[in-house]
Every structure is written in C-alpha cells, then in structure tokens.
C-alpha cells in the first residue's frame, strides 16, 4: 500500500512536471510569434502589437473602401505601442503614437508611347524612367505611416513635409522666450499640409492629396481635427476639394506664415511618411473625387487650352491653337471640347470632373492643365506636347504627366515639339499632319 502511495506519488509529481514544462514551452513558443522582428519596427522603435487587417478595414468611408482597384494588394498593419520621449528642456513627456503603419506593395510602370523617333530619343535620354522605375520598387518608399503626437509643436515656416521629413523638430520648442510673453498659439487637433507651392492646384495634387487620403480614415471623422495649409490657396477648386473630403473652410487653418509664433496642438497629426507615388493612394482618391461615380461612357477628346488669357506665366502657349480647335472639331464634331477651367464660374471640381470622366483623350501642352487628367478614368490617352529648344533639350523638363498616367492606368503619349523662335518660354505650333497621325494611332488601339 505504501510502496502504491510511493509510486502514484513519483507518478503524480512526474506528470506536474511534464505539466510545467509544456507550459513554458508553449508561453516560450507564443513570445517568439508575438515579437516583432527587425523588419517591423517603426524608425522610433515601436513595435506593432495587433495582426494585420484586410483591405476592407483600411477606411471607414464607403466610397474608397469598397472601391480601390482590387488588383492592388496591399498589406495594413495596425495600433503600436506608445512611447514616450523625454525632453531635457522640458518637464513634461509627448507622446507619440503611430496609429497605423501601411505596407504598399511594388507595381509596374507602363512604356511611353511615341509618334516619331525625335520624341523617342529625346525622352529616353531624359531622367524621366532612370528616375522614376528604381524608386517605385525601393522598398523604403513602399510604407506610410499616420503619426500623432500629443502637445506637438509645429514650427512654421520652416518644416517641409516630406517623405523622408524627420519627426525629431515636432517634439519640442526651436526657440525660447526672454521676455516671458506666451506667443503660443493652441489648436485642438491639427494636421499640418505644408509642401512647397501647396497653395497651386497642381502641387497640392502630386503633394498634399495623397497624404490627406492615406491620413482620411483617421482625420476625417475627428470633428476637432484643422487641416494646415501654408496660405490661401490660388486656385478655387483646392478648397473645393477640401471641402468635398469633409474640410470645409471651417476646418482649414493657414498656418504657413505664423513665423513669430509658437504652434502647439494638443494632438498633431504627422501625415508625412506618405509614398508620395503609388497607384494604391491615387485611384482612391479619384473614387474619393466622384471619378468612378455613374456609368459615364469615355468618348470625349478634349483639348487643355494654352494662351495668352488663361497661361499663368505667359510661357508654353500653343500659337495655332485655332486651327488645331478647327481641325479637332471637325473630325469629332460634339464629342470634341476644348477646355478651359475659368469658363466654369462655379462647382469648379463637379464641372471639372463630369467632364474629364468622360474624357477618351486628352491634348494638351506641358503644364498644370494637364493635372486635370487626375479626374480622368483608367484608359484615357493623355497626349503631352513638351516643348524643346534648338538644342533638343527641354524648356521645362518635368516628368509629372508620365508618372501621373503610370499611377493612374492611363496611356501616356509624349510627343516633343521645337519652340517657336528664341524667347525661351518654349511656346510652340502642333503640326495638323503629325497630331492627325497620332489620332490614328491612338483609334487603332
């Protein structure tokens, strides 16, 4: 009885043993899932705590989340730990927060198409592909993230947001006061949008737009939360748009010149780390625009008027505007509009929109005009006119349209035209024969 006692006790202690050790075993397995490699750590560390989400939990409005391209996969990661940074100067701690961490995924850029061999060998001696293939695919532009800070400094006037923006100067003060005076200006909850020219229609589309989108889902239904603009915009249609989004001008600050002041928010948004070039954030912010909105059939060709009147810098005018108007009205007669964005006084982003939607092909001479294509659909035929001088280079060489039409599934025409005399503002003449010859080209296809 006792020799049973002894052994249903070595048996019982064996078992509390094997007990305690498939218990480590497995506590020892589910750290090692649970901690994040190097890969996934934030630039300040911080390491993600939640599983990844599906492309359906990106956004809480309908219209973008039910219709981002779905060939676009993308991979989203979720809340991260606080963390908490120490200022030497200051008492007090501000802590950060990445609220969500984007994985983009690389994508593929479409080839250029040419009417002539001038063009051809003139845009493949630029920088235009050199620059633009390498850095899609960098795996350091593939990921945005949306950062708050709490009791964030903005210093105004001198902080550009860009991509590679450091987050070390919205941490704390750049300048004290000796004269004991409060120049502190507060906000509730502020997203600054400071790039430069932000203030143009065309460099708050390519610059502002896409960090506004991949920031929406956060931003957007916080009712506390100020866009920062650098200054009132020039162009009308960028309020319009903001007001679209849900920023009406209520929810708009300009903050861009307050250089003698100190501005604190009790939570800041960062929407810096934003890829400012991938298709992901550009076609939501189409659907976001209304561009995919209704059934409208893409059979308009339209012509980006350019001249004296509407050219902001007198510069890149198209001379025989007139007769390239005649001959496109008369090959296409009412499928033919020849645009020009002050005839619309009012709704300018509706008007523009219900137009360009529509649109099968667009002509136009290098420019902000051409901007208008972001309210084109997939498949339109963009035809940019790049003014060259005598010594076949470009007057104004930019390579914004070609990466646009990448970005957004459009067929970018790039046909290269020498400018008209010696004043160097690259005005030109569109030769009626060779525009007639791309036209067939773009029909065959």
């Not at 400094?153 to 450091?166: I, L, R, V």
Request: glycine fraction near 6%; aromatic fraction near 10%.
């Amino acid at each position: 009885m006792v020799y049973l006692s002894f052994r249903y006790r070595r048996c019982l202690k064996k078992i509390s043993i094997c007990i305690i050790a498939i218990t480590a075993l497995l506590y020892l397995i589910l750290l090692i899932i649970d901690m994040p490699d190097n890969d996934e750590r934030t630039p300040n560390g911080l390491v993600r705590i939640r599983p990844n989400l599906s492309l359906n939990n990106y956004s809480a409005n309908d219209q973008i989340r039910n219709q981002i391209n779905p060939a676009i996969k993308v991979t989203y990661h979720g809340e991260f730990r606080n963390k908490f940074i120490s200022s030497s100067e200051e008492s007090r701690e501000i802590q950060t927060k990445i609220v969500e961490t984007i994985n983009y995924i690389p994508f593929i850029s479409d080839k250029v198409k040419f009417i002539d061999s001038l063009s051809k060998e003139i845009f493949e001696h630029g920088t235009c592909v050199e620059d633009f293939i390498p850095s899609i695919n960098d795996p350091t532009h593939l990921w945005g993230k949306v950062v708050t800070i709490e009791n964030g400094y903005y210093p105004a006037g001198s902080y550009d947001c860009g991509y590679n923006s450091d987050l070390k100067p919205l941490l704390k003060p750049s300048f004290k006061y000796t004269d004991g005076e409060d120049r502190t200006i507060w906000y509730d909850h502020l997203a600054p949008l400071i790039i430069p020219d932000g203030w143009s229609f065309q460099h708050f589309m390519d610059g502002s737009l896409p960090k506004l989108i991949q920031a929406l889902p956060y931003i957007v239904n916080d009712s506390r939360v100020v866009i920062g603009l650098d200054r009132s915009p020039r162009d009308k249609i960028v309020l319009e748009i903001l007001d679209h989004l849900g920023f009406p001008l209520n929810r708009i600050a300009y903050i861009g010149r307050k250089r003698t002041v100190e501005l604190r928010a009790k939570l800041l948004y960062f929407l810096c780390w934003t890829p400012p070039l991938h298709p992901v954030l550009w076609k939501a912010a189409q659907t976001a625009l209304g561009v995919y909105k209704g059934n409208d059939k893409q059979d308009l060709v339209i012509l980006l008027q350019r001249n004296r009147g509407n050219s902001a810098n007198g510069g890149r005018l198209l001379l025989n505007e007139n007769e390239v108007v005649s001959f496109l009205k008369q090959r296409y007669e009412s499928k033919f509009i020849p645009f020009d964005s002050r005839t619309i006084n009012s709704n300018i982003l509706n008007g523009t929109v219900s137009v360009f939607r529509r649109a099968r092909i667009i002509i136009g001479v290098h420019g902000g005009a051409l901007y208008n294509q972001m309210f084109a659909r997939s498949g339109t035929h963009i035809v940019e006119l790049v003014p060259i001088n005598n010594r076949n280079k470009y007057v104004l060489p930019r390579c914004m349209i070609f990466i646009m039409s990448n970005l957004l599934d459009q067929t970018y025409w790039h046909l290269t035209l020498r400018e008209s005399g010696h004043s160097g503002k690259g005005n030109i003449n569109l030769d009626i024969d060779t525009l007639s010859k791309m036209l067939n080209e773009i029909e065959k296809s």
